[in-house]
């Protein structure tokens, strides 16, 4: 059984889209700014995806071999607290994913870890927009 459900093609769609920024306690992934018309559509509360909304959608991905429950949901509070705080530096969906040694750092050290690794996961974002968008120069079209 697949446990992403509801909003689970939004955040596979996010994460298919390039790689991801690499770190000690986790792994970021950033998607690209979102048309009116993918804005329309959300309906899920949990993850709004309105552009003048200036929270975009988060995701926080804790899988179980960070620790149990209790280790894994004080885990997610401590990122989610750390998006918060950081939201200034992005108004684009996001996705985390969580190492298992998030479960033994400080709230500071995920903080840290994560102002460092947003503006890399932007510009990686835009990277891998722009490969997509502009084709080779030897690509001819019909």
């Known amino acids: 059984m697949r446990r992403l ?20 306690l986790m792994l970021v992934w950033v998607g690209r700014v979102l048309s009116t018309e993918c804005a ?11 552009n003048t909304d200036p929270e975009c959608w988060r995701a926080i991905l ?18 989610r ?4 705080r950081s939201e200034s530096l992005i108004k684009r969906p996001v996705v985390v994913l969580a190492r298992t040694a998030a479960r033994d750092a400080s709230y500071r050290d995920l903080k840290d870890e994560l102002e460092r690794l947003l503006p890399r996961a932007c510009s990686t974002a835009d990277e891998a927009l ?13």
């Open 62 to 79: 804790v899988g179980r071999r960070v620790g149990k429950a209790c280790d894994r949901n004080r885990v997610k509070r401590r990122i």
């Open 40 to 50: 329309g559509n959300a309906r899920n509360r949990r993850f709004p995806m309105d």
């Open 130 to 142: 722009e490969r997509t968008t502009n084709p080779p120069i030897d690509v001819v079209h019909p």
């Open 5 to 24: 459900t509801r909003a689970g093609y939004r955040i596979r769609a996010v994460r298919d889209s390039h790689e991801p920024v690499r770190g000690r």
């Open 81 to 84: 607290e750390a998006l918060r």
